[in-house]
């Protein structure tokens, strides 16, 4: 279960103040008076009653203060720009009896649909009685990414976030599935940002058979190289086959496998790719190579 971290504090912050305090100390998740000192900032944020409702009337009235561009939907406020390793939002959780829930829908809002994180972060209830999620843990480093594939899951319990209650979730490790509130509420976050997080996969999980079941963070790479390999050329080719070889996401390896093989009307060519992607080294690769021979021969 993602650690609950406790701790009472009445000093109040503004926005400005939690972000000067955490540029000073820094956000490291991996280490633990850095998560304390971080904990700390988004409690005294917490303890502000006016900021956000300051920041939505703002909103409101056209005098945009969102720093930069949301990439998360219309239930999330983006608070800071991307700074030393992390920024800040505020995420709003509508309850089944709100009209955004019955207008969107449940998957709109995440509710019920068991996930991972390819990154840490700091959650506290601002306002409201708070959204509730089951718990699970599972090993990233076991598992390849296979759609289908065992997950290992361990269920941990059931938490309600409620006002005040800081939570720290561990990127590749919690995995969680959230119900909404009982009345429309709010939580505030310290995102972790690390360079090399969009190489490493977040996953959709079926708890009940413990499995993977997707990817949730598919990436322009992807996209790119796939459309490079279809519209050809030697210098697109040789930059596909070295990304099969040695980039740092499976998935990518496994992108450009794919790309080539549509480009081979030959069974026996397509079978000749696919043997060498057997001998990648990725254990994703690997999988999804001896599935394709197989359907081949």
């Not at 390819?118 to 209830?125: E, I, K, P, R």
Request: proline share 4%; hydrophobic share 40%; aromatic share 10%.
């Amino acid at each position: 279960m993602p650690p609950i971290l406790h701790g009472e504090d009445d000093i109040i912050f503004s926005l400005d103040e939690c972000t000067s305090a955490l540029d000073q100390a820094g956000f490291d998740p991996r280490d633990r008076d850095s998560l304390a000192s971080a904990a700390l900032s988004l409690r005294r944020l917490g303890n502000n009653s006016e900021f956000l409702a300051e920041i939505l009337l703002a909103e409101l009235k056209g005098k945009h203060t969102q720093s930069h561009d949301s990439a998360y939907g219309p239930q999330t406020l983006v608070l800071s720009d991307l700074r030393q390793g992390y920024f800040l939002r505020a995420n709003i959780w509508p309850a089944e009896a709100d009209s955004m829930f019955r207008a969107s829908g449940a998957h709109s809002f995440s509710y019920g649909a068991p996930h991972d994180h390819n990154f840490d972060f700091l959650t506290l209830g601002y306002f409201g009685p708070g959204y509730a999620s089951d718990y699970w843990e599972y090993d990233y480093e076991r598992v390849a990414g296979i759609t289908g594939e065992t997950a290992g899951l361990t269920y941990s319990g059931r938490e309600i976030l409620e006002q005040g209650k800081i939570v720290h979730y561990r990127a590749h490790r919690d995995v969680h599935r959230q119900l909404p509130p009982a009345a429309m509420s709010v939580s505030l976050n310290i995102m972790a940002v690390n360079p090399a997080q969009g190489w490493h996969d977040q996953y959709a999980f079926d708890v009940e058979n413990d499995r993977i079941v997707g990817v949730l963070n598919p990436t322009s790479t992807e996209v790119f190289l796939r459309m490079a390999i279809a519209i050809g050329g030697s210098e697109n080719t040789d930059l596909a086959e070295h990304f099969g070889k040695a980039h740092p996401s499976d998935r990518i390896r496994l992108a450009s496998y794919q790309a080539r093989s549509l480009l081979l009307d030959d069974p026996a060519e397509r079978d000749k790719l696919w043997a060498k992607a057997e001998m990648s080294g990725s254990r994703l690769v690997e999988a999804q190579a001896r599935e394709n021979r197989e359907r081949i021969a």
